[in-house]
């Protein structure tokens, strides 16, 4: 027999009761954990206390306050309560277990912070940033084995960081052949060390990086390399730089084609990029003479270089390094061309001393309108000679000139 409605408003009621009491407990449940994040973005620590009473279950809220203790109010052993629990909440937090190691070490308990340091690794073993933090603790604490295993990690996860980490391994252990042994295959991480190592003043070590990068079979853009031979030449350590410039060849066929046999001038027919760098062509843009490719007019190839000369100039900012041997004849020869080249005293081609400046020898000088045709010059290196520099220059360069010149094929070679 159905009930009648007067029957059934009781129980109608009841479930209406049920439903408004859920609701309003629910509504509460959400207005409570919005108050308590809201607290805790205020990241003041009476705010956070606050969160952490409304949410007592929340990990996140005691991270919040024991960091809070340590660094703030510097309460190192209540920190430790409320990071104790946050990793009994969420023991999968390796941030967690770093604060707590944190909070340990500031009283003083090595023997806990090592335990909660390891259950952060356990937890997330190969993120950088937990192993760079992990590394920093164990090197205060005087672990330098555990220390660069964790700094090997971020190296390898984390290419981008190897300045800061090498830096402070560097300065930590000042041990070339350990900070080697955590390098990655990444030839980025080795430059950046032999960068490092060449601004402390560390030559041999960067010697050693700069040999063990060589021997990867990782490719690299040689661009990258070219600051390590301009190291060298700055100080004077020219077999080294020949050398280094030769091995860096070796890993690229690009920049074999810049040498030719029995030529020093590297890309003499300018049919090459200009690396501004190495041994190859730099520039230095100079007043009153404009340098260009001019690939409408050569001898051989298909470019030369072009000066237009306005006014004055003595050197033409196109200059290169050559090493050579000390007390050694050599032959210097261009094909050159020139067009309405009006002066007294034209440019050309001279090697003098890089270090010192003496100049041991020049082609002869080219005026008026010439058509493609070749001069040379012999010479011979000082008995201490090893780095020429090969340049245009105009002596005196004070006197006027205005005009065109041309230069392609240019080759130094032993006699």
């Known amino acids: 027999m159905a009930l ?87 023991p999968y937090s390796s941030s967690i277990w770093l604060d707590l190691a944190q909070a340990y070490f500031s009283v003083g308990n090595n023997r806990l912070s090592d335990y909660a340091i390891h259950k952060a690794l356990l937890v997330d073993p190969t993120t950088p940033d937990i192993a760079w933090s992990a590394a920093n603790f164990f090197l205060i604490q005087g672990d330098s084995s555990e220390a660069l295993k964790q700094f090997a990690i971020v190296l390898r996860e984390e290419p981008t960081l190897s300045t800061p980490v090498l830096n402070i391994c560097w300065q930590s252990f000042h041990d070339i052949n350990r900070i080697q042994s955590i390098l990655p295959p990444n030839p980025e991480v080795h430059l950046g060390f032999i960068k490092l190592l060449l601004s402390t003043g560390d030559v041999e070590p960067a010697r050693q990086i700069w040999s063990a990068l060589i021997q990867l079979k990782t490719p690299f853009d040689y661009h990258q390399a070219l600051f390590y031979i301009d190291n060298l030449l700055k100080t004077r350590s020219v077999d080294s730089a020949n050398d280094a410039w030769k091995q860096l060849s070796s890993k690229s066929k690009v920049l074999q084609a810049y040498s030719r046999s029995g030529n020093l001038v590297m890309d003499g027919s300018f049919s090459e990029e200009i690396l501004d760098a190495g041994f190859d062509w730099r520039y230095i843009p100079r007043p009153q003479i404009v340098v260009t490719l001019d690939s409408t007019a050569f001898h051989s190839g298909n470019r030369s270089l072009m000066l237009t000369y306005e006014q004055s100039g003595s050197d033409a900012g196109i200059f290169q390094y050559i090493a050579v041997e000390p007390s050694t004849r050599y032959r210097l020869s261009t094909w050159v061309k020139s067009e309405d080249l009006d002066t007294a005293n034209g440019p050309s081609l001279t090697l003098s001393d890089a270090y010192d400046n003496t100049i041991y020898g020049s082609t002869e000088e080219t005026i008026g309108t010439t058509p493609w045709h070749r001069v040379e010059t012999t010479l011979e290196t000082g008995p201490e000679t090893k780095l020429l520099i090969l340049a245009v220059l105009r002596r005196p360069g004070e006197t006027r000139i205005q005009g065109k010149l041309w230069l392609d094929d240019i080759k130094l070679e032993p006699l």
């Open 4 to 90: 009648s409605w007067k029957q059934g408003l009781p129980q109608r009621l009841l479930l209406s009761a049920i439903c408004i009491g859920g609701l309003a407990t629910y509504d509460w449940f959400v207005i409570r954990l919005y108050w308590a994040q809201r607290l805790a973005d205020r990241s003041d620590r009476i705010s956070i206390e606050k969160a952490t009473i409304l949410e007592p279950r929340n990990a996140t809220y005691h991270d919040l306050l024991c960091r809070s203790m340590i660094f703030v109010s510097r309460e190192p052993e209540r920190a430790i309560n409320e990071c104790r629990t946050a990793s009994e909440l969420n």
